[in-house]
Nanobody
Framework: QVQLVESGGGLVQPGGSLRLSCAASGVTLDVKGIGWFRQAPGKEREGVSCISRKTDAIYYADSVKGRFTISRDNDKNTVYLQMNSLEPDDTAVYYC??????????????????????WGQGTQVTVSS
C-alpha cells in the first residue's frame, strides 16, 4: 500500500524558512514523479513544485521561484521542499503526491493536482508575525 507522509510544517515569521519532508512507503520514489501542492482556505489546490519521473526535470510556480527548492534523497525515499524567504501568502496546507508523467521541460501543465495520486494528509504552514 502506497503511503506518503508530510512533515515539517509550522508557524514561522515572514522571511523565515522551513523544510518540508515527504516520506514514502510502499513505493520507491526515485522512479516516480513527485509534486508539492498547497491549498489555502477558500482557494483551489495549486502546484508549487514538481519533479518529473526519469528525467528529474523540475517545475516551480512563479510565486515560489527563487525561494523554494525541491529535492530527493533516494536513500531515505524522501522528497523535500526547502522554503526560504517565506511570505504570508505562502500560508496553506502543503501536500505531496505521486506523478506518473515524464517531461523534460517544466510547465504548469505537468504540475496540476489532477495528474497526481496517492496524496499525503498534508502539513500546515503558517507565515505570520
Amino acid at each position: 500500500q502506497v503511503q506518503l507522509v508530510e512533515s515539517g510544517g509550522g508557524l514561522v515569521q515572514p522571511g523565515g524558512s522551513l523544510r518540508l519532508s515527504c516520506a514514502a512507503s510502499g513505493v520507491t520514489l526515485d522512479v516516480k514523479g513527485i509534486g508539492w501542492f498547497r491549498q489555502a482556505p477558500g482557494k483551489e489546490r495549486e502546484g508549487v513544485s514538481c519533479i518529473s519521473r526519469k528525467t528529474d526535470a523540475i517545475y516551480y510556480a512563479d510565486s515560489v521561484k527563487g525561494r523554494f527548492t525541491i529535492s530527493r534523497d533516494n536513500d531515505k525515499n524522501t522528497v523535500y521542499l526547502q522554503m526560504n524567504s517565506l511570505e504570508p501568502d505562502d500560508t496553506a496546507v502543503y501536500y505531496c503526491a505521486i506523478g506518473e508523467w515524464t517531461w523534460d521541460r517544466g510547465s504548469s501543465w505537468y504540475c496540476e493536482a489532477g495528474k497526481y495520486h496517492s496524496w499525503g494528509q498534508g502539513t500546515q504552514v503558517t507565515v505570520s508575525s
